[in-house]
C-alpha cells in the first residue's frame, strides 16, 4: 500500500510541476492562453488527489477531511477554468486565474497541516 501511495504522490507531484510549468511558458506570451499542458495537469492533480485520499483512508492514515475538501474545490474550480480557458481564447482572465488557483493550492498544501 505504501509503494502505491509513493507513486500516487509522485504523480500528484508531476501533475502539479505541468501545470505550473505549462503557466510559466505562456508568460512570455502577448496574449497568454490556457494551453493543452495546464489542462493536462490540472486533471492529473484530481485524479491523484482522489486516489491519495482513497489510499490514505484505506490504510487507516490520518486525513484532515477539511484539508482534503478545499483542496477538492480548488481542483474542481482550477479545471472548470482551464477547461472554459481552452475555448475561450480571446480573454487572458482564465489563464491568469488558473495560476493564481495553482499557487493557492500548493499553499493549502504546505500550509495546512
Known sequence: MEAI???L???????FAVLLGAFIAQLRLKLPKVSSGMLHGAIAQLVTGVALVGVREA???TVVHA??????GIDVILLVIAIVGMRRTTSPWPF???GALTVVEAAVAVFWT
Open 96 to 98: 491568469y486565474t488558473v
Open 59 to 61: 490504510a487507516d492514515m
Open 9 to 15: 504522490l509522485f504523480l500528484h507531484l508531476l501533475g
Open 67 to 72: 484539508k482534503i475538501g478545499a483542496k477538492l
Open 5 to 7: 501511495r509513493l507513486v
